[in-house]
């Protein structure tokens, strides 16, 4: 069955504390996985997308790594603008699209 | 540059009203896709069009939703008779035509927040 599952759920971290949030897929041929930041009462907004194993995007504070397994969203030395949910999609064969559950992600100053 | 508008921001109705969501896709974009999103099941596909013609409608989840795209530019999803159970939020988002390695990303819109009471 095809399932995207994301980890951990919530985290707090303070503001310049790095870390990692992770998407593991299983799914019948990636077509692609993104990335997307959501906001309270906004729609999810794009960030990356990744292709092939190996791939890596980055944007400021952000770094998007894949693997034929999961994908990571590295956070480095965050900001509190930086707080939302962060939510992994996965497009597969036969047009199917998945999207994980979302890392809320809250710094703190 | 406008981004997909959805329209209402906000409903709130009585069960066994019927609800319209309305959605003006990024111009240009020629993929359109519904999705509702709760707390429980967090983000869910309902469907998906592709130059205005339903590709994958597997999500819908009864007879009692239906959605069309009349043309390029604006699309429905019909709920008919409401629920409380369907009450969340439901977003619209576009994507451009594949090219090259393809699968564009979706834009999405700030949805439409649904209560049935």
């Known amino acids: ?109 | 540059d406008a981004g997909v508008i959805q329209s209402p921001r906000h409903e709130v109705t009585e069960m066994g009203q019927e609800v319209t969501l309305r959605c003006k896709p990024i111009s240009g974009h020629n993929s359109l896709f519904w999705y509702r999103q709760t707390m429980m099941r967090g983000l869910e596909l309902l469907i998906y069009f592709n130059n205005n013609v339903p590709i994958d409608d597997s999500g819908m989840p009864e007879d009692r939703f239906s959605a069309k795209m009349p043309n390029a530019s604006f699309s429905t999803l019909k709920i008919q008779p409401s629920e409380p159970r369907d009450s969340a939020v439901y977003f619209c988002a576009s994507s451009d035509r594949e090219r090259g390695q393809g699968n564009q990303p979706q834009h999405f819109g700030d949805g439409t927040r649904l209560s049935i009471l």
Not at chain 1, 16 to 34: A, D, H, I, K, Q
Not at chain 1, 39 to 64: I, N, V
Not at chain 1, 84 to 90: E, G, K, S
Not at chain 1, 101 to 106: F, P, Q, R, Y
């Open chain 1, 1 to 109: 069955e095809d399932q995207v599952t994301q980890s951990p759920e919530a985290l707090r971290l303070q503001e310049g504390e790095s870390s990692s949030l992770n998407c593991s897929y299983t799914v019948s041929g990636l077509r692609g996985l993104f990335w997307y930041r959501q906001d309270p009462g906004k729609g999810p907004e794009f960030l990356f997308t990744l292709y092939s194993a190996g791939e890596e995007k980055e944007k400021e504070r952000l770094k998007a790594t894949l693997t034929k397994k999961e994908s990571f969203l590295h956070i480095t030395a965050p900001k509190p603008e930086d707080s939302a949910t962060y939510l992994c999609a996965v497009r597969a064969n036969f047009n199917k699209f998945y999207f994980g559950s979302g890392t809320k992600l809250n710094v703190k100053p």
